[in-house]
């Protein structure tokens, strides 16, 4: 009965180990990685009897590197998928497998409260791009589950959040091949589309195309809310301006913690960007222009002063 009990023991002890290790160091997908995380891969053909060596479809490629700091790293392939995916070759009818959807699993859930999974929901489906292709435009579309990373919420430099977020809307936009899983026509050229605006690269590198394709929300971190293009920011004033819509947006997470902090308004955005027309401080300017006004009656005084003292010479 003694060794029985330590028996269960050490099995408890040992799947609270492998639970711990695959939520720290992520799951062992080795096996399914030797195929999906090369760009070619090689079988053994038991009709030829012999190494065959094919290119991979590129839809099908897992990035190992980024797929080990992703947000999902901790889960193995098949908590996904089929479990008859472990079995090579694999079955045809397996591309008929319906894919989970993030509210699948954190719909409901209060471990995921705070990400606010069912505003998220609700806003993307008022966007254009639900409503122009109803379900078959989904959240993996957007967010890739095998190397999805967060960016604000762990404080990433802007430059780099606006990278990652802008790389998966030109990934389609920009991609004839993804673009067409959707629609029938070529996507646009982005650079002809945005012809009109000042210094256009620099604005791609220094602000997400959301910030300005989409309908601000308060209560979510990000917007999902996609606008017609017709419904697109083009008021310059808008970002640059002292009440920025980017402090609504892009530095909304950032200001509110600045803010805590430092009680300047826009303090963040003097930290990490220079936004012409956001980058004030109502106090500062105050005492600035009391400051020059000090300055000019004093010019003024030494002035008037002189004159009285050079006539009565």
Known sequence: ??????SLVCLLLLSVLIVHARATDGADNSQCLQCHG???YEYHNEWTDQVDRKPLNPFHYIDSVKMKSSVHKMFACIDCH???YQTFPHSGELRLEEKYQCMDCHGGD???AHFNFEGIESAFQESVHYKSSDERFNCWMCHDPHGYELALRQDKPIVEVVTLSNKMCTSCHDNKFKYGLLSHDDPVDIAATHAWLPNRE??????RCIDCHTKVDADLLISHNILPKEQALRNCV???SANSVLMESLYAHRAKESRAKSGFFNAVVLNEGYIIGANR?????TISVIL?????????VHAVLRMIFSKNK
């Not at 009965?1 to 330590?6: F, I, R």
């Not at 020059?292 to 003024?300: A, S, Y």
């Open 292 to 300: 020059f006004g000090m300055l000019l009656v004093g010019l003024l």
């Open 1 to 6: 009965m003694v060794k029985l009990t330590k």
């Open 38 to 40: 090369q760009v070619f």
């Open 82 to 84: 089929s479990m008859d």
């Open 110 to 112: 209060e471990t995921y």
């Open 281 to 285: 401080n109502k106090t500062l300017n």
């Open 202 to 207: 620099q604005h791609f590198n220094k602000v």
């Open 238 to 240: 808008d970002c640059h």
